[in-house]
């Protein structure tokens, strides 16, 4: 076996695909937070294999840089709205909000 | 030859805690069987010869990102009886779902002649400061920006408000939970 850009792809769609099922699936919000970080990791791995495979440059790299950082401002406004979901509601289960205004 | 074996460990600390941070009931579990996916993605980046964004990726997720998880677990407390999970109606479409797109990410991957050859690896890190400042230097700036209203966002979101929290209240009147 020589181990080159499908063999990448491949192990990024399935961590795609299992972040696509927390998200569905999750009842907790947290836990759709954690589906979104494998999802966002899967795109990574993509950018840095193509990166290396394909494109013989960094511009794969410097996006996945700039993906990385979203992802923690993405992380901590997300975490921030669940815990006052947490005070407002007293559950951070997603199907349980459902009014804008209580 | 040891390449390709380091290459299937990498993969299985990657996908085979992912299944866990997907199946596990337990939240603190999953944030935890994360910790070692985000482990096994830096490997990865490492193996594909990103020294810059394998460190980033420990110091940013495992770091920053994976503790911020983990308190947030810790500090919502879920009701364990709140009401009993409702059998395979949410699995059931999210599985069919997830693997269809699996099945057409596979598809294209196996399809597409990718003809590509592997460059030698080098140290990367003088690289991408150059282009941060210089190929990439309004995203650059941007993202300062965008992380600095993250930032003052979340401080916001985050303040006590004046009203009273309803789960403390009933904590105090219903007894022990």
């Known amino acids: 076996m020589n181990v080159g850009l499908p063999h990448f792809l491949t192990v990024s769609a399935l961590l795609f695909c299992l972040g696509l099922f927390a998200v569905m699936s999750r009842r907790n919000t947290v836990g759709i937070l954690m589906g979104i970080e494998l999802m966002l990791n899967a795109a990574n791995i993509n950018f ?30 997300a975490l921030a709205i669940v815990l006052a979901m947490y005070r407002n509601f007293g559950t951070v289960h997603a199907d349980a909000v459902n009014q804008l205004k209580r | 030859m040891i390449g390709d074996l380091v290459f299937v460990l ?57 503790v911020l998880v983990l308190f947030t677990v810790m500090m919502t407390r879920v009701p364990k009886s709140d009401k009993p999970r409702r059998g395979l109606d949410r699995y059931v479409p999210a599985a069919v779902f997830a693997a269809l797109v699996f099945a057409v990410l596979y598809k294209t991957i196996t399809a597409v002649q990718w003809n590509g050859s592997e460059m030698v690896a080098e140290a990367t890190i003088a690289e991408i400061g150059t282009n941060l400042m210089t190929n990439y230097l309004f995203p650059f700036e941007y993202v300062s920006l965008v992380l600095l209203a993250a930032m003052i966002g979340a401080a916001i979101l985050i303040r006590e408000s004046k009203t009273r929290d309803p789960h403390e209240d009933s904590d105090q009147t219903g007894g022990s939970s």
């Open chain 2, 10 to 66: 990498l993969a299985l600390l990657t996908i085979v805690p992912a299944f866990w941070v997907v199946f596990s009931p337990n939240i603190v579990h999953a944030g935890f069987s994360l910790m070692f996916t985000l482990f096994g993605v830096a490997g990865l980046y490492a193996y594909l010869g990103a020294d810059f964004i394998a460190v980033t990726q420990v110091m940013v997720y495992v770091g920053g990102i994976l």
């Open chain 1, 48 to 77: 840095v294999a193509f990166s290396r495979f394909v494109e013989h440059g960094i511009n794969g790299q410097m996006m996945a840089a700039f993906v990385i950082v979203l992802a923690a401002a993405e992380a901590a406004v």
